[in-house]
């Protein structure tokens, strides 16, 4: 019989696996070959010859025939099909494993073979947990295993404990750490290792875990205080660190003040006592403790629990009359220390604090409990009381409101509740009608009064009944001068101040806020900066009133008006510099104009500072012509209006130069002088021009200064008097000038361009 076998190798998962497959064939049998002719040979082997005991399972390599079977002495869990081995299923020892293919016809049995060692599977002793405190040392026990000369290796899942994430050998002594409020677990896993015939065996891990407990706290406990005889409530400790295992310990140094020595967690409530007349204190010491596998303690934390003494003695009084009709005043009878304060239980009874009157008159009819409160210097106190009746006595009186404003025009007039026919009285300023009880409140003086009302009771005969009535000063306002400032000025703060009433509350209105003053406000109104943005005087009239609210009721003054006057100002116009030629003769004159296009009212005057360009130092109106020496010189101008207002200084330069008169033209030596044409200095040439621009203006704080020109100048800031307080070199065509150090008022700007001895300047306020 013809068959014909194709072999296959797979491999998968580090196994090979030869299969044979019929490709053709009615039978199986291995001994023959395609043409019927050849005997089944066969060789196996496994990938190594030792095996770890701990190994995953192996895979018989074989050449040659298939469908021979697998065997080996009993220990080794061998697949007789394929030849696997279990090395964990099997015994230590060593293996010859068969693979055997019957005789068949003249073809022999074969029977292949291979050795096979299985090695023993390595264990780590098994080793225990540990609890530990955080900061304390830890030498964890010496690695064990059952195969000698094995080596260590572990690994640690938590390394915040202090411990690395993994090492080799023994696990060295270390710092145990726990930096939270709770306990941190760190599982360790230790591994096996040894060799022999040159292949390394590696254990299963042997774990065991180290626990580290936090060091626990108190939360701060403040001092306590208590009086003797006073029960306390249970005060429960507490810290930041939580869970079962927390607990706090706590001793008293001095349990005679009433509460245990110790105890935890909670101290209970107790009775302060302290019979010895002076303070008792108990310092109590409270130590944190975390019970989890190891017993944790924390620092100490100490507080003290004081007891005063309570007074000595007790005081004993009583209203002995009661119930008493509203007659009059009755003083209680008394014995006990003395210094203490009567108190009553509802509004209404009016009793001195002090020696414990009852003003029957004033009180509201009723039953009353009057407590009478002593302490000591310990901040103890006993309380003692009584009861007191004001019965009703047919009769009261009562007005519409307790408090009224004084200077009111109108009659009060009393509401008469029950028995009528009696007279009324009171003391002096309080205008009343003695039959009617109406009050003239015109006529009054501000106080307080207490207005009787006598009359004749069924019940209680003559009796006198009261009610108070408040009559309330209305404040008046010192008057305020009028005033008149110039634009630009700094007013003085403007206080109001009411004589009668000094905390009276203060509102005010503007009826112009052009001015600079806003609209309305309250209180005093503090220094500001008027402004006039007109060519004429306006004027804004501030009223001011003053009211005071006493016991419900608000009183309004009479308004006091006074006025500002804001009168406008003028700047002068930029003059620009003047450039002349001393042998040019005498100079032009220069007009000044102003702001206003008008020089009507106005009066120039201006100061020179080098009076040897042969101008005088100072002068008024325009400058005249002059006969102009070398040299340069700085003005300044200001204008003054009709209504006083002086102007900021504007300034400009006079550069007189020492000009040649010789002929120009080409010819001549080199001694030959030529004229150069006088430079002009135009708006466009200098730094100035139109193209200078200030803001804001006004300002507070900065002013923004940018112009067109390309130089580097120097940038001056001057007061009224043309002195300069700023002065800034190398100034940019573009920045910023900070101005929030000076004083408000009236400022020039000035950009000096010393190579062209050009000065060009712009005004502005300073808020």
């Known amino acids: 019989m013809n068959t014909r076998y194709a072999v296959t190798r797979f491999m998968k998962a580090s196994r090979s696996r030869f299969l044979g497959l019929l490709a053709f ?92 060692t299985i090695m023993p599977r390595a264990t780590v002793t098994a080793l225990p947990n540990y609890a530990i405190c955080s900061g304390t040392q830890v030498t964890p026990n010496v690695f064990a295993s059952n195969m000698p000369g094995a080596t260590f290796t572990w690994t640690n899942d938590n390394p915040s404990i ?40 590696t254990s299963r891990p042997t774990r065991f875990a180290i626990t580290v407990n936090p060091v626990p706290a108190v939360n701060t406990i403040s001092n306590m205080t208590f009086c003797s005889g006073e029960t306390t409530a249970p005060f429960t400790i507490t810290g930041p660190t939580t869970g079962p295992g927390v607990r706090y310990v706590w001793t008293s140094d001095n349990p005679m003040i009433g509460m245990p020595k110790s105890g935890q967690d909670v101290i209970p409530s107790f009775t302060a006592l302290n019979a010895s007349g002076a303070p008792m204190v108990a310092t109590v010491t409270v130590t944190p403790y975390y019970n989890s596998g190891a017993r944790c303690s924390g620092n100490p934390t100490t ?30 009878t008394f014995t006990g220390p003395t210094g203490g304060t009567f108190t009553a239980s509802a509004p209404g009874l009016s009793i001195s604090p002090v020696s414990g009157n009852v003003n029957t008159s004033l009180s509201t009819p009723g039953t009353y409990t009057v407590f009478y409160t002593y302490g000591n210097a310990g901040g103890c106190s006993f309380i003692n009381s009584t009861t007191i009746t004001i019965n009703n006595a047919s009769a009261a009186i ?16 009393p509401t008469i509740t029950g028995q009528t026919g009696g007279t009324f009285s009171a003391p002096a300023g309080l205008a009343i009608n003695a039959s009617t009880g109406a009050i003239d409140l015109a006529s009054s003086t501000a106080g307080n009064y207490n207005v009787s009302y006598t009359v004749n009771t069924p019940s209680c005969g003559n009796v006198l009944v009261q009610t108070q009535v408040t009559i309330i000063e209305t404040p008046v306002l010192n008057a305020m001068p009028n005033m008149a400032l110039c634009n630009g000025s700094m007013t003085a703060p403007l206080n ?21 003053l806003a609209a309305s406000g309250n209180g005093d109104i503090a220094p ?75 009066t120039y005057t201006w100061l020179n500072n080098n009076t040897g360009i042969g101008l005088a130092a100072s002068g008024s109106g325009n400058i005249p012509s002059f006969t102009p020496n070398v040299g340069t010189a700085n003005i300044l101008v200001r204008v003054t209006n009709s209504f006083g207002c002086t102007s900021g200084p504007i300034g400009f330069a006079y550069n007189v130069n020492a000009c040649r008169t010789t002929a120009t033209g080409t010819t001549g030596d080199n001694a030959t002088g030529r004229n150069r044409p006088a430079a ?7 730094p100035a021009s139109p193209d200078m621009v200030t803001s804001p203006n006004p300002a507070r704080s900065q002013v923004r200064v940018s112009y067109k020109g390309s130089n580097s100048v120097t940038l001056r800031v001057l007061d009224v008097n043309g002195n300069p307080v700023k002065t800034v070199r190398g100034f940019s065509s573009n920045n910023t000038v900070n101005v929030a150090d000076l004083r408000p008022g009236n400022y020039v700007i000035q950009l000096v361009d010393e190579r062209r001895n050009t000065v060009v300047q712009r005004n502005f306020i300073k808020l």
């Open 25 to 116: 064939s009615c039978c199986l049998a291995v001994t023959q070959t395609a043409n019927g002719q050849g005997c089944a040979s066969a060789s196996i082997s496994y990938d190594q010859s030792s095996i770890c005991g701990s190994d995953g399972r192996h895979i018989a390599m074989m050449s040659g025939t298939p469908g021979g079977t697998f065997s080996s002495s009993a220990g080794l869990r061998l697949n007789p099909m394929s030849g696997e081995i279990d090395p964990a299923a099997s015994s230590v020892g060593t293996y010859t494993v068969h693979y055997m293919i019957p005789a068949a016809g003249s073809c022999p049995a074969v029977d292949a073979t291979t050795d096979v």
């Open 162 to 201: 202090g411990l690395p994430a993994s090492g080799t050998g023994n696990i060295g002594e270390f710092t145990a750490t726990n930096s939270t409020d709770q306990p941190q677990r760190a599982n360790i896993a230790v591994y096996a290792t040894y060799t022999e015939n040159g292949v390394s065996c």
């Open 303 to 332: 507080f003290t629990i004081t007891v005063n003494p309570s007074p000595a003695g007790t005081a004993s009084f009583s209203y002995a009359g009661t119930p008493y009709c509203p007659v009059g005043s009755v003083s209680p």
């Open 398 to 413: 009562s007005y519409a409101s307790a408090s009224y404003c004084n200077g009111t025009v109108g009659t009060l007039f």
């Open 496 to 516: 109001f101040i009411s004589a009668n009433e000094p905390g009276a509350s203060i509102t005010w209105t503007n009826d112009n806020p052009a001015i600079g």
């Open 528 to 602: 500001f900066m008027v402004t006039n943005n007109t060519n004429a005087p306006i004027d804004a009239f501030i009223r001011v009133t003053a009211s005071i609210t006493k016991s419900g009721t608000t009183c309004v003054g009479r308004t006091m008006v006074f006025r500002i006057r804001v009168y406008p100002s003028a700047t002068v116009n930029p003059v620009g510099n003047q450039a002349v030629c001393q042998s040019a003769g005498a100079t032009a004159p220069i007009s000044f104009t102003n702001s206003t296009g008008s020089n009507t009212g106005m």
């Open 680 to 686: 002009v200095t135009t708006e466009t040439e200098h």
